[in-house]
């Protein structure tokens, strides 16, 4: 059974503290994703990679960044939290050809 | 920039039928479709490739205007497990990233 994983499904972090979310999948796929839901504005693309150590920006970059040091795994880092990003945060990964994404059950933080 | 989708909520009977549909400004190489339950990741439903095919399994099938931008999600005879938010992503053409609309919440009753 196919797997993207993520480390923590509830979260609660103080303003301006640095956050790690991790992601990591069991499907060697070349690609992976990280998303925030928010209510009434669906999925929205955070960063994505297409290889190790390769990153491209998505559309809501600002106060993120990422690391793929290795193909399996994703992490999303915010470097000083702040409580607009309070948010369901959502990894995916998908083959190079991007025919169907997994996601992983979803992070949800609060950043108080 | 985000496709469009309409309408942005749903609701129907056991064994109606509706339409989702989905639009973009942007040129489009693909369209995807995804459910996500309460509380549940969001789960692949199909592809649709430009070239205006239209797919289908069980009663729910979509299919791709490539000239307008647009695809459309049908579900006929709806059962109750079709319940949940429909969210299509569309793909640019010369790009793999997948970017999401703000989706159409469903809900079956019976």
């Known amino acids: 059974d196919v797997k993207v994983t993520q480390s923590s499904r509830y979260l609660v972090k103080r303003t301006g503290e640095k956050v790690f979310l991790e992601c990591v999948q069991d499907?060697?796929?070349?690609?992976m994703f990280w998303y925030r839901q928010d209510p009434g504005l669906g999925l929205r693309l955070i960063y994505f990679?297409?290889?190790?150590?390769?990153?491209e920006k998505g559309d809501i970059p600002e106060g993120y960044s990422v690391s793929r040091e290795k193909k399996e795994r994703f992490s999303l880092i915010l470097e000083s939290a702040s409580t607009n990003q309070t948010s369901m945060y959502l990894c995916?990964?998908?083959?190079?050809?991007?025919?169907?994404?997994?996601f992983g059950q979803g992070t949800r933080l609060t950043v108080v | 920039q985000q496709p469009v989708q309409s309408p942005q909520a749903v609701i129907l009977r056991e064994g109606e039928d509706a339409v989702i549909n989905c639009s973009s400004s942007k040129a489009l190489y693909s369209v995807h479709w995804y459910r996500q339950k309460h509380g549940e990741a969001p789960v692949f439903l199909m592809i649709l490739l430009k070239g205006g095919e239209q797919k289908g399994h069980d009663k729910i099938s979509a299919s791709f205007n490539e000239k307008k931008q647009q695809s459309s999600l049908y579900l006929t005879a709806s059962q109750l497990s079709y319940s949940g938010t429909y969210f299509c992503g569309t793909e640019s053409t010369g790009g793999f990233k997948t970017i999401f609309g703000a989706g159409t919440r469903l809900f079956v009753k019976a």
């Open positions: 995916a990964s998908s083959s190079p050809l991007n025919t169907e994404a997994f």
């Open positions: 499907m060697d796929h070349e690609n």
């Open positions: 990679s297409y290889d190790v150590k390769m990153k």
